[in-house]
């Protein structure tokens, strides 16, 4: 059974800070998947990872993938007040086409 | 265009009610998902549909829970008797993946948020 493991799952940084966030899981997979939810609110795409070795950038996040060490993170520099959320990887189930949500990482940026 | 949408957006239920929530998916879309979210938790997998065959039930978490997608396009999930522990965010969503092997992302909607009393 796959299994996604994000840490850390609370994050309180200052503005202007960097700071990553990593998603590991369990079994083989090179499709991943970065979302953004705010509260009450669904989920927003942020990035697709198709491939080992994929790095994707937008603004002042940085996703990378690595499908050897079935680890993915996500990068945030120098950090602004609008970043504050939930951040969700999730793994795509080959043979099953469901994703796998990690247990999300709540973003809290302080001015 | 017209995203993911979901009805009704809010749901009150008394304990041991039946409810109906409702996915319109975007237009075109071949594959159909639900997924559950607990308040504080990433969404869990419920349901696949691909056009009306309903190809994954595996994460229905009893035969209380129903879903179906009679003409391959709009979905319900329906919940009989309802319990407290059925109280979550029901997120629906779509994409165009047809099963090819080609991961397609998947869109999701606003979300139904169900509270059982």
């Known amino acids: 059974e796959l299994k996604v493991e994000q840490n850390p799952l609370f994050l309180s940084m200052q503005e202007g800070k960097n700071y990553t966030i990593y998603c590991n899981y369990s079994t083989t997979s090179d499709r991943l998947y970065w979302y953004r939810q705010d509260p009450g609110k669904s989920l927003e795409s942020l990035f697709v990872l198709l491939s080992n070795g994929a790095v994707k950038q937008e603004g002042r996040l940085m996703a990378s993938l690595d499908t050897k060490a079935r680890l993915s993170t996500l990068h945030i520099t120098a950090a602004v007040h609008d970043l504050s959320a939930t951040y969700f990887c999730?793994?795509?189930?080959?043979?099953?086409?469901?994703?796998?949500f990690g247990t999300g990482t709540r973003l809290t940026i302080i001015p | 265009g017209a995203g993911v949408s979901q009805s009704p957006r809010y749901k009150v239920a008394k304990r041991g009610q039946d409810v109906a929530l409702r996915c319109d998916p975007i237009s075109g879309h071949v594959s159909l998902f639900w997924y559950q979210q607990a308040l504080g938790q990433g969404p869990e997998f419920l349901t696949y549909f691909q056009n009306e065959a309903q190809l994954d039930k595996s994460g229905l978490p009893s035969d209380r829970f129903f879903a179906e997608r009679p003409e391959g396009s709009v979905s319900t999930l329906k919940i009989q008797r309802t319990q407290q522990e059925d109280s979550a965010v029901y997120l629906c969503a779509s994409s165009l993946y047809d099963g090819g092997g080609f991961s397609y992302e998947q869109y999701f909607g606003p979300g139904t948020r169900l509270t059982v009393t």
């Open positions: 999730a793994v795509w189930n080959f043979g099953n086409e469901k994703l796998t």
